[in-house]
């Protein structure tokens, strides 16, 4: 009596966690009965802790499905927070990479069967580990599981985890010196080559590099080695955007008129294993203050969009109340004022709404809908009375659609979007 696992997920080693990851079982068990049942146990993290068990019935054809993903995909969420503190994680500073906390989990599924009398001893174990994220259906089910094209193993591969398409093997990111974020990627090195990154900092006036660096991947800058067994550092997150590298270092600041700079994926022999990351300066004009809007998005990892002009709107509320009867039945003398409410709110909630309007490209336009997809979205401002200090709102996409102005002759588009914060106020 024996249980076999004839299909499971393709990327074990690391994929996403809110899609079907389906075990396929079988057993060479003879004369089956009504009682018997394949019997699965789901374990989380190295502690191994048991968080579900099922006993599931074979199907006509002497199998049963089991779907982890029903189980994992709330389990698994990208960081908010820096590792080890409690700051918000697009504002890393002083270190090349940050390496995540809570988007990264291992699960051990065990196998076993039931005959009806008793329950037998394992008979097989699958380990899987997974991070946020998650695939549209119309991909299909193999492409679904399958991370490969995140693993930095040819100059073909995507790698970094965006939703942002590259254009000739180069994800552009279009950018300014206030802009603030971080980009994930996977760091391990049983799936990727990459070892390090090589920085390239290019100016508007020659197409010559006026810094070059190169980054290794390492605790040191804030990660971990990609050897290293940690499964906290499976998925890392490159310190990458202007706003960021200026605390690190002054490359920018030093080079006021930088165009772009580059990061490219770097094997231990200096091959090149995914594609080039860019931040290209564009500078636009606006009335009202700028803000930058970030989403958790599809493939384990954050991305943005710079809106040039944001505008608090209007405060909504929303109120229940009960019915008070006017005057004391418990006083010798019945009476009431004429200023006594008879109406009053027990429970008494605002948010604030923003409505806000950028000037995108058509690739930045086609980002924009994994805005309206995601679960975790947050606006960045000023505080009140400060120039320096950012404050980052929890934010509901409160739109259905949004509206898309076109400028056929220079192929830019404006869209409007609102917002409401998820956060009351009283």
């Known amino acids: 009596m024996a249980v076999s696992v004839t299909q499971e997920p393709i990327s074990s080693s690391l994929t996403f966690g809110d899609q079907p990851l389906i075990y396929t079982m079988t057993s060479n068990t003879g004369g089956w009965n009504d009682a018997y049942r394949f019997v699965v146990t789901v374990k989380e993290s190295t502690a191994l802790t048991q968080i579900a068990k099922f006993y599931i019935s074979r199907n006509p054809n002497n199998v049963a499905h089991f779907d982890l993903g029903q189980i994992t995909k709330s389990r698994v969420e990208v960081d908010t927070n820096q590792y080890g503190y409690n700051a918000f994680l697009q504002e890393s500073i002083d270190q090349w990479f940050m390496k995540s906390e809570t988007n990264v989990e291992k699960y051990t599924v065990e196998f076993a069967e039931y005959n009806g009398v008793s329950e037998g001893s394992t008979d097989v174990t699958k380990t899987i580990f997974l991070c946020d994220g998650k695939k549209a259906a119309l991909d299909g089910y193999e492409y679904r599981t399958s991370m490969a094209d995140f693993y930095g193993t040819a100059i073909s591969k995507k790698y970094w985890m965006t939703d942002r398409e590259p254009v000739d093997n180069k994800i552009t990111v279009y950018c300014n010196n206030n802009t603030m974020g971080v980009m994930a990627f996977i760091n391990r090195s049983s799936v990727s080559d990459v070892t390090k990154f090589e920085f390239t900092l290019v100016g508007s006036a020659s197409p010559q590099p006026l810094v070059t660096e190169t980054i290794d991947i390492s605790a040191g800058n804030g990660s971990q080695a990609p050897a290293a067994t940690t499964q906290a550092g499976f998925v890392s997150y490159l310190v990458g ?105 027990f429970q008494n909630e605002s948010q604030y709404s923003y409505v806000c309007t950028g000037i995108f490209n058509k690739t930045e336009l086609d980002l924009l809908q994994y805005c309206f997809r995601s679960k975790k979205v947050y606006i960045r401002e000023l505080k009140k009375g400060s120039t320096t200090i950012y404050r980052y709102i929890p934010i509901i996409v409160s739109t259905n659609g949004f509206q898309v102005i076109t400028d056929p002759a220079s192929k830019i588009y404006t869209a409007t979007l609102q917002f409401t914060s998820s956060q009351t106020i009283r």
């Open 241 to 345: 955007a202007p706003w960021n590298i200026e605390t690190t270092n002054q490359y920018l600041s030093d080079n006021p008129t930088w165009a772009y700079y580059e990061f490219k994926p770097l094997d231990a022999s200096n091959n090149q294993r995914g594609n080039i990351l860019r931040f290209e300066k564009q500078c636009v004009s606006y009335k009202n203050p700028q803000c930058q809007v970030f989403w958790a998005n599809t493939v384990g990892g954050w991305d943005s969009l710079e809106f040039n002009g944001l505008r608090k709107t209007t405060v909504s509320k929303q109120q229940k109340t009960y019915r008070k009867n006017l005057g004391s039945y418990g006083a010798a003398v019945y009476s009431y004022e004429d200023y006594d409410p008879e109406v009053i709110p």
